[in-house]
């Protein structure tokens, strides 16, 4: 009996094993026992650093997928995907698609990354990922790139361009064919410079042009111009240039700086100049002295003169003061003026730093608290303006006073890192109320913008400046966009009375 | 001393050369059942010579021959005896039904605690004179179950008082009723020791008499009034000493590692101005320059009373003075009162009640998070402050915060204000007839407040100046008066029915008067030019008066058959002002029922209760804390900006609504009271509902109406709140022997507050924090509870960091590093956001404890309180000092207890100027903390000099600790000042001034 009692009880606890299968400590119960199978759509990418690799696969488990783990430990990543936690229960089957981003500042070739899956009965299977860092996916870029149409009024002119590669440029070329010229490099080298002069003869006609250039990879760029000999045109941009020519293409915005059309072939440039000796230049085009740069006549420093190659810097000579210059580049002539500091005028309405700027009164007073009461207090918070990112409470970095010019507001020094910043200056203000005292780039140039309009609900009252002052017809737009070609220091110079800013890196 | 020895065994020969001494024994019984009592209490009076009876209730004393013997036991009628050369003395003690006899003012009149059916606590004149303090509601806290006292230590605070959970949005104050007049929500002016006693009528069911304005609880206070005999005097002088702590602030060098290491974490360059590599020796101490570690509290008091057949008088004059811990800062009030009754004849009697009061205060200042908050390494003065005239301008602006110099911010304190007060409560009581009183009384309660403030011209800092002086002074009046009548039958019919029945007719009007004015522009800041006529420019003047009135029809009748079976009910009828026709009047009835279990028959033989008692009650109470304007629209001032310049205008100020109603709070009560070993142990359990309907809310108006938000709101009748709660009282007390007697109390209650709808309003958000909010009260949950993420600790390494992302590897905190806050994506969906809020506390508490002993010992006494919550949260904003935000000072240890190595044992977030995760700016559970405490209010020994010593009188000297230690895990200065704050905004500590321990010295002297 006893032993009949033994194999009773020893059949029993097998038939409890055979019904319920293994399992883990939850509970869960196997369905087939298998491991999981993981498939991957690739298991090995090309990247350059700061890509994104993604791994994409299927997997499949008839049991319930419990969780994946995808692991590298040069890339600090040991992450868990737990499908019971994030779905409340199991899956049999589960598209993977996990971006890895490898940190720009790696060093090393390749990431093999882990790919671990465990299912709900404790079975596990793994695959790998690999990452290598061989990868070329950028192409070739201008460092100084010609205009689409290149104006020209001089028989000769002066053709730059420079490109970059990251890898190398394994081929570039520039083709003018109504020239008949053609200039190739294969040389492989990271930049590349192209300078040269082309003779256009005095007749005034179009020559189209093609500039091609790739990496080892084909990474391709590409850019077709027109080169237009004419006769002068009444420019519709002319830019006040008071930089070596080097860094016209450096600055973030604002260099060089866009002047008034005042008239036919006639503009008229506001400068604030801030040391004796400043040499200053005019050119239609932004990102070079060439070809057509308005400069003194070395003949004759009473007349003007088109030729970048010939023209001679206008020289200011009085510190601390600004410069009205009327030029015609029809007649070729000029006629500065000076006024002070004083006498300009900017829109602020108060003293940065003071503590001028009123919340709204409403309310009641109560005088045993001795303080308005109702949904605001009415009180004196401190008037200041910065650089605001997403609302008036996140006004940081704060302008302040340039030392010469009170008109002249500055954040120096600033820290951005590479890509889009966008940004407006703009009152702070303790309840994130708008548009007191702010400022915005005309909507048509918020990526490099020129002209920022002041558009405060409040200014100061004698404050009229025809160049700057808000006009409903001027469409403006909200954030300047800029972008910032590398992390660094910059400085962000704002003249108020000329509604003008620049920001460049910081030296 | 030899002498004062001396003249003690001179004086007991004296008494041992005039008597032969017997010894005495004898028995002692119960007069209820003739059963022996063990352990009476014989001593011959005027001695501590004595004994106990033993388990048979026999005894043995040795005496004096003409001695007195005093046979004392709790729950029994103390006798006295005189041995007259006995030697045998059996006593049969009777029941004290002193304790269930005793009368308890009920509203309107006066009831034997027998009679009670709704719940009412009372407390005596020795527990609120025992604490001092300048309010008299803080000397309840621990004393009455269901009440919730906190308070803060400023000088002249008023507590929050929380009876029975909060039903409304509206404030939670309670009523406050001196003598019959109803004197608002503060009773500061009062002198504690004019106290006979306080009343709570914490249900419905008692509290419904005072029908609109008693949703919050009423609390009676009746004055000391004369009584028939000689002239009585009574002289108490109080002194203490106030300390404060210091908080532990780091100290210069620390403060400079920690700016420049916040800078340095995050790869910047640190904008550190002043001495590089400074030393604690070269730093200044804010803490120590602004806060004193000491403050005097004084208190003094000369009553009097006596009277004759016809006429009895009771007075005093008190004195009551707190210092702040700061330079400036004080309350001090002057009390007097005089309470007359002549007796006309057995028809007539007449009363007058005249109580004068001054309470002076230099505004106390806001200045301890400065001083914790000041950058350390900035001197108190500027280097060249000699040659500054100007002496407001002698200080140093912070070298790297934008906190104001908290010593330049103290010197210029000058707010300062008087307050003239006169209670008056005449009333003539007239009994045509046996049982039938007739009693009208008019009561005026006036107030008239001066309060004058300067500020002094004064530049240290573009960012720290006042471009001009100013002056103001505030002129306030306020005069309520209160006319109450009201006709009181009481008869007993053929010894089993007895009935009492009051009817009346109240008329009430509160007005407010008030007018101030400034100027700016003194001509300077000398202390003589601080008048508003001295100003030069910008003179500005406002001033109105408010009123409203109310008039009320009440009627109770209390019925009781044989002293077992009891019945209450009331009725007030109430009209009000502040309602639209037609909505004026509201009913609040109550009703009440009481079963006197051991006032049966069958329970005459039982030895196990010597009291039970059921009570049931149900009533309706009124709330009426709005404008007093709220049913109708109004247009007010308002200064807009035009061009820069403020132009005075006009705006609607607030909207009417017509149709405007009473909050009405719905109560219910069942109670069990019991008592036994005659009553040496006796319980209360009680657990009660009370319910709000139509609770007033300001609703947002229809924007189609284009009112600004504000004016737009109007009084609304949407919301609803309801409170669920226990109370169970404990006291034991028992005479161990005839020298030492002791009692122990334990009150523990909990009440659950649940907003039921808040109507369109819901959720209000309050509590700002950076943008967010920090408490969402929400319809159908409980009110005051935080809302924000959970974190789940620290990363400790980039592994952590870049493994946080969603099933596709999106950082879900792509600005965070190693040493950042983990917040919890609560919902999974890869994305941390508002959806993952949650609630992460709880700002009420679940569980209130008292706890209150007592001892005699001979000629000493001892006490102890405590006060305790338990179950609540607090949100923490003092841990914000460990971020250094904006160059503020840290706590001490901030170096070294913020994260700064991987696996480091610390919750402490590391140091980064730019806090790119946001660590100190999202509301998160990491600022939660378990804001229970117990805290020993008080610890009091006494002494009683002997008859002997004080011929002329009593004598009692006494010394006690107030605040002496708190049990909590709460990291933050005070729990106790942590959890005051409004009903819908409590519980978040934005460091106020602490109570501070205080240490009291005290002589009562009776002659």
Same mark, same amino acid.
């Given at each position: 009996?006893?032993?009949?009692?033994?194999?009773?009880?020893?059949?029993?606890?097998?038939?409890?094993?055979?019904?319920?299968?293994?399992?883990?400590?939850?509970?869960? !119960?196997?369905?087939?026992?298998?491991?999981?199978?993981?498939?991957?759509?690739?298991?090995?990418?090309?990247?350059?650093?700061?890509?994104?690799?993604?791994?994409?696969?299927?997997?499949?488990?008839?049991?319930?997928?419990?969780?994946?783990?995808?692991?590298?430990?040069?890339?600090?990543?040991?992450?868990?995907?737990?499908?019971?936690?994030?779905?409340?229960?199991?899956?049999?089957?589960?598209?993977?698609?996990?971006?890895?981003?490898?940190?720009?500042?790696?060093?090393?070739?390749?990431?093999?990354?882990?790919?671990?899956?465990?299912?709900?009965?404790?079975?596990?299977?793994?695959?790998?990922?690999?990452?290598?860092?061989?990868?070329?996916?950028?192409?070739?870029?201008?460092?100084?790139?010609?205009?689409?149409?290149?104006?020209?009024?001089?028989?000769?002119?002066?053709?730059?361009?420079?490109? !970059?590669?990251?890898?190398?440029?394994?081929?570039?070329?520039?083709?003018?064919?109504?020239?008949?010229?053609?200039?190739?490099?294969?040389?492989?080298?990271?930049?590349?410079?192209?300078?040269?002069?082309?003779?256009?003869?005095?007749?005034?006609?179009?020559?189209?042009?093609?500039?091609?250039?790739?990496?080892?990879?084909?990474?391709?760029?590409?850019?077709?111009?027109?080169?237009?000999?004419?006769?002068?045109?009444?420019?519709?941009?002319?830019?006040?240039?008071?930089?070596?020519?080097?860094?016209?293409?450096?600055?973030?915005?604002?260099?060089?700086?866009?002047?008034?059309?005042?008239?036919?072939?006639?503009?008229?440039?506001?400068?604030?100049?801030?040391?004796?000796?400043?040499?200053?230049?005019?050119?239609?085009?932004?990102? !070079?002295?060439?070809?057509?740069?308005?400069?003194?006549?070395?003949?004759?420093?009473?007349?003007?003169?088109?030729?970048?190659?010939?023209?001679?810097?206008?020289?200011?000579?009085?510190?601390?003061?600004?410069?009205?210059?009327?030029?015609?580049?029809?007649?070729?002539?000029?006629?500065?003026?000076?006024?002070?500091?004083?006498?300009?005028?900017?829109?602020?309405?108060?003293?940065?730093?003071?503590?001028?700027?009123?919340?709204?009164?409403?309310?009641?007073?109560?005088?045993?608290?001795?303080?308005?009461?109702?949904?605001?207090?009415?009180?004196?918070?401190?008037?200041?303006?910065?650089?605001?990112?997403?609302?008036?409470?996140?006004?940081?970095?704060?302008?302040?006073?340039?030392?010469?010019?009170?008109?002249?507001?500055?954040?120096?020094?600033?820290?951005?890192?590479?890509?889009?910043?966008?940004?407006?200056?703009?009152?702070?203000?303790?309840?994130?109320?708008?548009?007191?005292?702010?400022?915005?780039?005309?909507?048509?140039?918020?990526?490099?913008?020129?002209?920022?309009?002041?558009?405060?609900?409040?200014?100061?009252?004698?404050?009229?400046?025809?160049?700057?002052?808000?006009?409903?017809?001027?469409?403006?737009?909200?954030?300047?966009?800029?972008?910032?070609?590398?992390?660094?220091?910059?400085?962000?110079?704002?003249?108020?009375?000329?509604?003008?800013?620049?920001?460049?890196?910081?030296? | 001393?030899?002498?004062?020895?001396?003249?003690?065994?001179?004086?007991?020969?004296?008494?041992?050369?005039?008597?032969?001494?017997?010894?005495?024994?004898?028995?002692?019984?119960?007069?209820?059942?003739?059963?022996?009592?063990?352990?009476?209490?014989?001593?011959?009076?005027?001695?501590?010579?004595?004994?106990?009876?033993?388990?048979?209730?026999?005894?043995?004393?040795?005496?004096?021959?003409? +001695?007195?013997?005093?046979?004392?036991?709790?729950?029994?009628?103390?006798?006295?005896?005189?041995?007259?050369?006995?030697?045998?003395?059996?006593?049969?003690?009777?029941?004290?039904?002193?304790?269930?006899?005793?009368?308890?003012?009920?509203?309107?009149?006066?009831?034997?605690?027998?009679?009670?059916?709704?719940?009412?606590?009372?407390?005596?004149?020795?527990?609120?004179?025992?604490?001092?303090?300048?309010? +008299?509601?803080?000397?309840?806290?621990?004393?009455?179950?269901?009440?919730?006292?906190?308070?803060?230590?400023?000088?002249?605070?008023?507590?929050?008082?929380?009876?029975?959970?909060?039903?409304?949005?509206?404030?939670?104050?309670?009523?406050?009723?001196?003598?019959?007049?109803?004197?608002?929500?503060?009773?500061?002016?009062?002198?504690?020791?004019?106290?006979?006693?306080?009343?709570?009528?914490?249900?419905?069911?008692?509290?419904?008499?005072?029908?609109?304005?008693?949703?919050?609880?009423?609390?009676?206070?009746?004055?000391?009034?004369?009584?028939?005999?000689?002239?009585?005097?009574?002289?108490?002088?109080?002194?203490?000493?106030?300390?404060?702590?210091?908080?532990?602030?780091?100290?210069?060098?620390?403060?400079?590692?920690?700016?420049?290491?916040?800078?340095?974490?995050?790869?910047?360059?640190?904008?550190?101005?002043?001495?590089?590599?400074?030393?604690?020796?070269?730093?200044?101490?804010?803490?120590?320059?602004?806060?004193?570690?000491?403050?005097?509290?004084?208190?003094?008091?000369?009553?009097?009373?006596?009277?004759?057949?016809?006429?009895?008088?009771?007075?005093?004059?008190?004195?009551?003075?707190?210092?702040?811990?700061?330079?400036?800062g004080w309350w001090d009030k002057f009390n007097g009162r005089l309470n007359t009754e002549y007796t006309f004849n057995k028809y007539v009697k007449l009363g007058v009640e005249f109580a004068p009061k001054l309470e002076r205060w230099d505004d106390t200042p806001n200045l301890m998070g400065a001083a914790m908050s000041m950058d350390p390494t900035t001197a108190i003065f500027r280097y060249d402050w000699e040659t500054i005239s100007n002496e407001y301008s002698w200080y140093s602006r912070s070298n790297n915060n934008q906190e104001w110099n908290p010593v330049a911010s103290l010197k210029r304190q000058t707010a300062h204000s008087n307050e003239f007060g006169l209670l008056m409560n005449p009333y003539i009581e007239i009994k045509p007839l046996e049982g039938l009183t007739f009693r009208?009384?008019?009561?005026?309660?006036?107030?008239?407040?001066?309060?004058?403030?300067?500020?002094?011209?004064?530049?240290?800092?573009?960012?720290?100046? +006042?471009?001009?002086?100013?002056?103001?002074?505030?002129?306030?009046?306020?005069?309520?008066?209160?006319?109450?009548?009201?006709?009181?039958?009481?008869?007993?019919?053929?010894?089993?029915?007895?009935?009492?029945?009051?009817?009346?007719?109240?008329?009430?009007?509160?007005?407010?008067?008030?007018?101030?004015?400034?100027?700016?522009?003194?001509?300077?800041?000398?202390?003589?030019?601080?008048?508003?006529?001295?100003?030069?420019?910008?003179?500005?003047?406002?001033?109105?008066?408010?009123?409203?009135?109310?008039?009320?029809?009440?009627?109770?009748?209390?019925?009781?058959?044989?002293?077992?079976?009891?019945?209450?009910?009331?009725?007030?009828?109430?009209?009000?002002?502040?309602?639209?026709?037609?909505?004026?009047?509201?009913?609040?009835?109550?009703?009440?029922?009481?079963?006197?279990?051991?006032?049966?028959?069958?329970m005459q033989n039982q030895h196990i209760f010597s009291n039970l008692k059921l009570r049931a009650g149900w009533g309706k109470v009124g709330n009426q804390s709005i404008d007093n304007s709220a049913y109708l629209s109004t247009i007010g001032t308002s200064y807009y900006t035009v061009n820069g310049q403020m132009v005075t205008g006009s705006q609607v100020s607030s909207t009417a609504n017509t149709a405007i109603q009473w909050e009405t709070v719905e109560d219910y009560n069942l109670g069990l009271d019991m008592g036994f070993l005659n009553d040496r142990l006796s319980a209360t359990f009680e657990i009660y509902k009370k319910k709000t309907s139509d609770m007033l809310l300001k609703e947002a108006n229809l924007l189609i109406l284009g009112y600004p938000e504000w004016a737009g709101q109007?009084?609304?009748?949407?919301?609803?709140?309801?409170?669920?709660?226990?109370?169970?009282?404990?006291?034991?007390?028992?005479?161990?022997?005839?020298?030492?007697?002791?009692?122990?109390?334990?009150?523990?209650?909990?009440?659950?507050?649940?907003?039921?709808?808040?109507?369109?309003?819901?959720?209000?958000?309050?509590?700002?924090?950076?943008?967010?909010?920090?408490?969402?009260?929400?319809?159908?949950?409980?009110?005051?509870?935080?809302?924000?993420?959970?974190?789940?600790?620290?990363?400790?390494?980039?592994?952590?960091?870049?493994?946080?992302?969603?099933?596709?590897?999106?950082?879900?905190?792509?600005?965070?590093?190693?040493?950042?806050?983990?917040?919890?994506?609560?919902?999974?969906?890869?994305?941390?956001?508002?959806?993952?809020?949650?609630?992460?506390?709880?700002?009420?508490?679940?569980?209130?404890?008292?706890?209150?002993?007592?001892?005699?010992?001979?000629?000493?006494?001892?006490?102890?309180?405590?006060?305790?919550?338990?179950?609540?949260?607090?949100?923490?904003?003092?841990?914000?000092?460990?971020?250094?935000?904006?160059?503020?000072?840290?706590?001490?240890?901030?170096?070294?207890?913020?994260?700064?190595?991987?696996?480091?044992?610390?919750?402490?977030?590391?140091?980064?100027?730019?806090?790119?995760?946001?660590?100190?700016?999202?509301?998160?559970?990491?600022?939660?903390?378990?804001?229970?405490?117990?805290?020993?209010?008080?610890?009091?020994?006494?002494?009683?000099?002997?008859?002997?010593?004080?011929?002329?009188?009593?004598?009692?000297?006494?010394?006690? +600790?107030?605040?002496?230690?708190?049990?909590?895990?709460?990291?933050?200065?005070?729990?106790?000042?942590?959890?005051?704050?409004?009903?819908?905004?409590?519980?978040?500590?934005?460091?106020?001034?602490?109570?501070?321990?205080?240490?009291?010295?005290?002589?009562?002297?009776?002659?």
């Amino acid at each position: 009996m006893e032993r009949f009692s033994k194999l009773t009880l020893a059949a029993l606890v097998f038939a409890g094993f055979a019904v319920t299968g293994c399992s883990d400590d939850d509970g869960y !119960s196997a369905v087939d026992g298998k491991m999981p199978t993981i498939a991957l759509e690739q298991s090995e990418v090309h990247l350059e650093y700061g890509m994104t690799a993604n791994i994409k696969g299927k997997i499949t488990d008839a049991d319930g997928i419990r969780s994946i783990n995808i692991k590298n430990s040069d890339l600090y990543l040991n992450k868990t995907i737990d499908i019971l936690k994030i779905y409340g229960d199991s899956k049999t089957e589960y598209d993977l698609d996990y971006n890895v981003t490898p940190n720009d500042t790696l060093t090393i070739e390749s990431f093999p990354l882990q790919i671990t899956v465990e299912d709900l009965v404790g079975n596990t299977a793994t695959a790998t990922f690999i990452a290598k860092m061989d990868g070329d996916f950028t192409a070739p870029k201008f460092i100084l790139e010609p205009n689409d149409e290149i104006n020209v009024i001089m028989p000769v002119m002066t053709f730059k361009f420079s490109i !970059s590669d990251n890898k190398g440029i394994t081929y570039c070329s520039i083709e003018i064919p109504d020239l008949d010229y053609k200039s190739e490099y294969t040389g492989g080298d990271k930049n590349y410079e192209f300078v040269e002069k082309l003779n256009l003869g005095d007749e005034n006609r179009d020559y189209t042009g093609k500039i091609i250039a790739y990496d080892a990879f084909n990474n391709t760029l590409e850019k077709e111009f027109t080169i237009s000999k004419s006769e002068l045109k009444d420019y519709a941009k002319m830019y006040l240039c008071d930089v070596a020519e080097a860094d016209l293409i450096t600055d973030v915005c604002g260099v060089p700086m866009l002047i008034d059309h005042s008239g036919e072939f006639e503009y008229t440039a506001y400068y604030f100049n801030a040391a004796v000796g400043t040499e200053i230049r005019f050119i239609p085009q932004n990102n !070079s002295y060439g070809p057509i740069c308005f400069s003194l006549d070395p003949t004759n420093h009473e007349l003007l003169t088109a030729d970048p190659d010939q023209g001679e810097p206008l020289v200011l000579d009085k510190a601390g003061v600004y410069y009205k210059i009327v030029l015609n580049t029809k007649q070729g002539t000029y006629s500065t003026s000076t006024y002070t500091i004083d006498e300009a005028v900017d829109p602020l309405p108060a003293e940065l730093g003071s503590n001028s700027l009123n919340t709204w009164w409403t309310g009641t007073w109560n005088p045993e608290t001795g303080e308005w009461e109702g949904a605001d207090d009415a009180w004196w918070q401190e008037f200041k303006v910065g650089i605001m990112t997403d609302n008036p409470r996140d006004v940081e970095p704060l302008f302040e006073y340039n030392p010469q010019n009170k008109h002249i507001i500055q954040v120096l020094g600033y820290e951005l890192p590479m890509g889009k910043f966008e940004f407006h200056p703009h009152n702070w203000h303790h309840d994130g109320w708008w548009d007191y005292t702010t400022w915005k780039p005309e909507a048509a140039t918020e990526t490099d913008p020129e002209i920022w309009r002041y558009v405060g609900g409040v200014a100061n009252p004698a404050y009229n400046n025809a160049t700057t002052s808000y006009n409903n017809e001027v469409e403006v737009g909200n954030h300047a966009k800029l972008t910032i070609p590398k992390a660094g220091k910059y400085d962000f110079i704002f003249d108020m009375h000329l509604g003008r800013m620049k920001v460049v890196p910081s030296k | 001393m030899k002498k004062i020895i001396s003249i003690m065994l001179l004086m007991l020969l004296t008494v041992a050369a005039f008597a032969q001494n017997v010894t005495i024994t004898g028995n002692v019984k119960s007069g209820n059942d003739n059963m022996p009592l063990i352990g009476t209490t014989i001593v011959e009076k005027g001695s501590t010579n004595g004994t106990i009876s033993d388990i048979d209730g026999n005894y043995s004393v040795t005496v004096p021959s003409n +001695a007195t013997l005093v046979f004392s036991m709790v729950g029994f009628e103390t006798q006295e005896i005189s041995v007259k050369g006995q030697t045998t003395i059996n006593v049969i003690l009777m029941e004290d039904t002193k304790n269930i006899d005793e009368v308890v003012v009920i509203g309107y009149g006066t009831a034997k605690r027998s009679e009670v059916t709704g719940s009412i606590s009372s407390v005596a004149a020795d527990d609120i004179t025992s604490f001092n303090s300048g309010n +008299a509601m803080n000397a309840l806290q621990s004393k009455i179950n269901g009440v919730q006292i906190s308070n803060n230590g400023t000088p002249g605070s008023s507590p929050r008082v929380i009876i029975r959970g909060v039903t409304t949005v509206n404030g939670s104050n309670p009523l406050y009723v001196v003598d019959g007049m109803p004197v608002g929500d503060n009773i500061n002016f009062l002198n504690n020791e004019d106290i006979e006693s306080m009343e709570v009528l914490k249900d419905a069911s008692a509290s419904a008499i005072y029908g609109t304005r008693a949703s919050n609880g009423v609390v009676l206070i009746t004055t000391k009034k004369g009584k028939k005999g000689q002239a009585k005097f009574q002289f108490t002088a109080n002194v203490g000493i106030s300390t404060i702590g210091d908080p532990d602030v780091a100290k210069a060098s620390e403060y400079e590692k920690v700016y420049k290491t916040r800078y340095t974490n995050d790869k910047q360059v640190p904008a550190y101005n002043g001495i590089d590599n400074i030393t604690d020796a070269e730093g200044t101490d804010w803490w120590e320059s602004t806060v004193n570690k000491l403050a005097v509290t004084q208190n003094y008091n000369l009553s009097f009373s006596g009277g004759t057949d016809n006429f009895v008088y009771s007075g005093s004059f008190g004195y009551y003075r707190q210092e702040s811990h700061y330079n400036y800062g004080w309350w001090d009030k002057f009390n007097g009162r005089l309470n007359t009754e002549y007796t006309f004849n057995k028809y007539v009697k007449l009363g007058v009640e005249f109580a004068p009061k001054l309470e002076r205060w230099d505004d106390t200042p806001n200045l301890m998070g400065a001083a914790m908050s000041m950058d350390p390494t900035t001197a108190i003065f500027r280097y060249d402050w000699e040659t500054i005239s100007n002496e407001y301008s002698w200080y140093s602006r912070s070298n790297n915060n934008q906190e104001w110099n908290p010593v330049a911010s103290l010197k210029r304190q000058t707010a300062h204000s008087n307050e003239f007060g006169l209670l008056m409560n005449p009333y003539i009581e007239i009994k045509p007839l046996e049982g039938l009183t007739f009693r009208s009384q008019f009561g005026d309660n006036a107030r008239f407040r001066i309060s004058d403030a300067f500020t002094p011209e004064f530049f240290i800092d573009n960012l720290e100046q +006042a471009t001009t002086s100013k002056a103001e002074r505030n002129s306030q009046t306020w005069n309520d008066w209160n006319w109450t009548n009201t006709l009181n039958y009481q008869k007993t019919f053929a010894d089993a029915h007895n009935l009492n029945v009051m009817v009346g007719y109240t008329m009430e009007k509160f007005s407010h008067y008030w007018l101030t004015g400034s100027r700016e522009a003194i001509p300077n800041n000398n202390e003589n030019l601080w008048y508003v006529s001295a100003g030069t420019e910008n003179q500005l003047a406002s001033g109105s008066d408010d009123f409203s009135t109310l008039v009320s029809y009440l009627g109770r009748l209390m019925y009781n058959y044989k002293s077992r079976y009891y019945l209450t009910a009331s009725v007030r009828f109430d009209g009000s002002s502040k309602f639209p026709e037609g909505n004026k009047f509201a009913t609040f009835p109550a009703v009440s029922l009481a079963w006197r279990v051991t006032g049966e028959e069958f329970m005459q033989n039982q030895h196990i209760f010597s009291n039970l008692k059921l009570r049931a009650g149900w009533g309706k109470v009124g709330n009426q804390s709005i404008d007093n304007s709220a049913y109708l629209s109004t247009i007010g001032t308002s200064y807009y900006t035009v061009n820069g310049q403020m132009v005075t205008g006009s705006q609607v100020s607030s909207t009417a609504n017509t149709a405007i109603q009473w909050e009405t709070v719905e109560d219910y009560n069942l109670g069990l009271d019991m008592g036994f070993l005659n009553d040496r142990l006796s319980a209360t359990f009680e657990i009660y509902k009370k319910k709000t309907s139509d609770m007033l809310l300001k609703e947002a108006n229809l924007l189609i109406l284009g009112y600004p938000e504000w004016a737009g709101q109007i009084w609304t009748n949407v919301g609803s709140m309801e409170a669920n709660g226990w109370e169970l009282s404990l006291n034991w007390k028992d005479n161990v022997n005839h020298d030492f007697k002791y009692e122990v109390g334990v009150n523990i209650s909990g009440v659950k507050n649940k907003a039921k709808d808040l109507g369109l309003s819901s959720p209000i958000l309050t509590g700002g924090f950076n943008g967010d909010y920090i408490i969402r009260n929400e319809s159908d949950a409980e009110i005051s509870r935080f809302y924000g993420y959970k974190t789940l600790g620290l990363f400790q390494n980039w592994e952590d960091v870049n493994s946080y992302t969603d099933e596709h590897g999106n950082l879900l905190q792509p600005n965070a590093q190693p040493g950042d806050l983990i917040f919890d994506d609560l919902n999974n969906d890869g994305v941390i956001d508002e959806n993952d809020k949650t609630f992460i506390g709880n700002a009420f508490p679940k569980m209130y404890m008292g706890i209150n002993l007592g001892a005699s010992y001979k000629n000493w006494d001892f006490s102890m309180n405590f006060y305790g919550t338990f179950g609540n949260d607090i949100f923490n904003r003092t841990r914000e000092r460990y971020s250094g935000s904006g160059g503020q000072n840290v706590w001490a240890g901030t170096l070294e207890d913020a994260w700064h190595y991987e696996g480091q044992d610390t919750d402490i977030p590391r140091l980064s100027y730019n806090d790119a995760n946001a660590n100190y700016l999202t509301v998160s559970d990491w600022w939660v903390e378990n804001g229970s405490y117990l805290r020993c209010k008080q610890l009091q020994i006494g002494y009683t000099f002997p008859q002997r010593m004080i011929k002329f009188g009593t004598l009692r000297v006494s010394a006690s +600790a107030q605040n002496l230690f708190t049990i909590t895990k709460y990291s933050g200065w005070d729990p106790e000042t942590a959890v005051t704050g409004s009903v819908t905004e409590s519980g978040i500590d934005n460091v106020a001034y602490p109570n501070t321990r205080i240490f009291m010295f005290g002589v009562n002297l009776n002659f």
